[in-house]
């Protein structure tokens, strides 16, 4: 893959607005089949230009209003906020009070710093393989409980850019959501509590809600090769005693033992998993395994930021915008192959730019009539490049939305007796 | 014979006329009374009414709700007042409606400060909470749908083949009899305070709440509702009422001479919501 240098960025994002970005997907998305009026035009965008300036407010009339401002602004950073009661870019006409954020979707943002005191590969902004599993849990663990628990039915997972995930959740009735719900559905889905202070960080009763089972479910099929494998969780002295840290006192010495007496992550976790569930709830007085759960729940469950989610006129990066930082494009991930996703092989803004160079080149050589080839490229460029199974991705998702909007208006005018 | 019978007519359709007004011995209060009344009778369901919240106030310090001993009282008191509470095999229109104008005269005088405001939702709540929890089974789906609360009891099987998750994350349903238990099934943000301390089992968008907690849930639907009603009563309290201006009412007892001075007629009031 071509490598990525930021000082190419202004010239990169030139040729990515003007050839590649999939506008027409893009708007089909946020225009949500135009059957509320204005819905795309009170739309808040925000963009990131050159040299840190940031404007806010920006809002569009239509597909071909946004390409034009995007490929005159060429913004570093693109994020999408809320719709709001008036145009956006009109706001300060509005009166006091009067200009409003009124929906939004649904969304959630997940880090990997936010991880740091639990692996042991990566801190901070860098990510790597054996740590990406992180992500597939949260993905996984968070899509299962919208999905099943929550009957959300349109949710788009993206790769941030560099070490996150983000996930949009846009079934119409979400969009409506109060802040108040949004926060009761963050706090719902998060187990572990306390920041860099507090050693254990997740506590179970003894009656284990069933979203709390299903969880543990889907971390027991990574856990072996993630935890005991990867990151090795029981590997040294310094990894044992953190996990140690987690064990009620009582346990202790047993544990040293085990520690003692095997030498491999898995050969330990196993003994420890016996020493545990010989362990009693104090409030039952049960015996089972709630501290091997609370262990794996603290390593791997993923860990949600308030914040992003409660807020309507929450700002988030935009699908398709890319990482000023990696050059990486925020493209959709494929839910149904979620375990073989691999942040390091999504398409940087230079590969991408590289590819259709190559590809522009190799037309202009087999001679193709100049004018053509514009409405050709303006139509099918990104087919041409490693974006177009990531578009196609996003296609799908625009379908399932489509589908239901068609059924939904077939609902109300069964009901209306409109035939 | 023919004039006897119109006359028959006649009453059994006012007889059929108000029941449905008041279908049942509690309410949301959700739609004012439109009728004239006296100002005698104003003024009696007012002090009736007041007498009563503080009596609610009053067992509710000296006695646990919801005990046996505090609900004999709490009834004993209402019967005192003759407002309903219970369904009973008399005609309960009259009880009810007392309750139902007593009530609305109240937010009248209790809309007007934030001490005010949080007293009478507090008493009111503690009423309700008590009128529901001697509510019969099968008239707590009627009362709920009558409401426009969506909440709907859940069929036997469908509980049947929930019962593992529905037992494992409702705390209201350990030591109880899960035959016995009543499960409404209701879309998940309407159970707010129970989803988001995982306090309740979700599907596909809809919590499955034990009736214990269908209780919490409405008395806070009460308590959003009356809160909002207040706010917007002191708008129009604060404005010129629709009253004929002949005099002015102070009326006696302690609590109403909180009430500003209200210009009526001596004989008839329209109260005008």
New interface residues.
Partial sequence: MEAFDPAELPELLKLYYRRLFPYAQYYRWLNYGGVIKNYFQHREFSFTLKDDIYIRYQSFNNQSDLEKEMQKMNPYKIDIGAVYSHRPNQHNTVKLGAFQAQEKELVFDIDMTDYDDVRRCCSSADICSKCWTLMTMAIRIIDRALKEDFGFKHRLWVYSGRRGVHCWVCDESVRKLSSAVRSGIVEYLSLVKGGPDVKKKVHLSEKIHPFVRKSINIINKYFEEYALVDQDILGNKESCNKILALAPEIIHDELQQVFQNHHSSLQRWEHLKKVARCLNNIKSDKYGPWLEWEIMLQYCFPRLDINVSKGINHLLKSPFSVHPKTGRISVPIDLQKVDQFDPFTVPTISSICHELDAISTIEEEKGENKAESIIKHRTRDYKKTSLAPYVKVFEQFLENLDKSRKGELLRKSDLQKDF | MQFSGARWKKQKLAGDQRNMCYPHSLQFYLQPPSENISLIEFENLAIDRVKLLKVVENLGVSYVKGTELYQSKLEAEIRKVKFSFRENLEDEYEPRRRDHISHFILRLAYCQSEDLRRWFIQQEMDLLRFRFSILPKDKIQDFLKDSHLHFEAIKDEEKTLREK?II??S?SL?GTKWELESVYKIP??DA?DL????KV??????AYVPLKDIVAIVLNEFRTKLSKALATALLYVKQPCNFQDIGHLHLSSTECQKWPPVPMTTQNITIYF
């Fill in positions: 998750e494992a994350s705390p350990s998940f943000a707010l989803f988001r301390g995982r089992y979700l599907e596909d968008g809809f």
